[in-house]
């Protein structure tokens, strides 16, 4: 069954997947974020899969789009919730690192659950000087450029580091809506709040899916060519932890 993702996750999804083909050696799989599930239904057609979501009502939708997928391993929580000692092959974590304000504790916290010779997998809005309305509304601390993301995972450690970038030129179209829609709808919410609410803003309804994969097809193929330059409104990121 196709997931129910946005347009603009499509998009994502398309960046993530040219990512995946260059981690070797991967079988199982943990989702720091999962959000609604949509994108950790597709993993687990992969891998060994197990997704952690801290907010209840995202959690609820996941667990019950995980239930009927069948998907291995999902639990409402953060990485307090895992047995210690555990490893992954891949952790990976998309549109939660411009979340938290300290970001290399993030990135630090996280690889300590990657096993030697394992891969960290991100996404993060690109373009600091792009910061909007949207970005407000969701909880967004900042947005990164390419070199940002790179310096970062460096700084903890980790190698073989390899960015694209996603999102032109639809996303423009896109993203432009989301600040239109977002400034009429700014609330005074607390950061984990807005934080909380993101995974559930501008979701399509289930039903919708086929119809926003199919729509998203040549959107996904126009914005290949440009996945090494600067223009997008995304970037997808992958390390190695060194063996």
């Not at 000692?85 to 304000?101: N, Q, S, T």
């Amino acid at each position: 069954m196709t997931p129910a993702l946005s347009l603009h996750a499509w998009l994502r999804y398309d960046a993530i997947l040219g990512r995946l083909r260059r981690a070797t050696a991967v079988s199982s799989v943990l989702e720091i974020g999962a959000g609604q599930g949509a994108v950790g239904v597709m993993l687990a057609r992969r891998y060994a899969y197990t997704g952690l979501e801290p907010d209840p009502t995202s959690f609820a939708a996941a667990r019950a789009r995980f239930d009927a997928a069948g998907v291995q391993e999902i639990v409402q929580g953060d990485l307090s919730v895992l047995a210690p000692g555990r490893a992954f092959d891949l952790v990976c974590a998309f549109e939660v690192l411009e979340h938290i304000e300290d970001d290399a504790a993030a990135v630090a916290e996280w690889s300590a659950w990657i096993g030697p010779g394992g891969w960290l997998l991100v996404s993060v809005p690109a373009g600091r000087h792009r910061f909007g309305a949207a970005d407000r509304k969701a909880g967004h601390f900042r947005r990164y450029d390419r070199d940002d993301i790179s310096r970062l995972l460096a700084a903890a450690g980790l190698v073989d580091i390899s960015v694209v970038t996603y999102g032109f030129p639809a996303g423009y179209v896109l993203e432009a809506g989301r600040n239109v829609l977002a400034r009429r709808l700014e609330t005074a919410n607390s950061m984990s709040d807005r934080t909380a609410a993101s995974g559930r803003w501008l979701q399509p309804p289930d039903w919708a899916a086929p119809a926003t994969h199919l729509l998203a097809a040549p959107l996904r193929l126009a914005q290949r060519p440009f996945g090494s330059s600067r223009l997008g409104t995304g970037l997808v990121a992958l390390a190695k932890r060194p063996a």
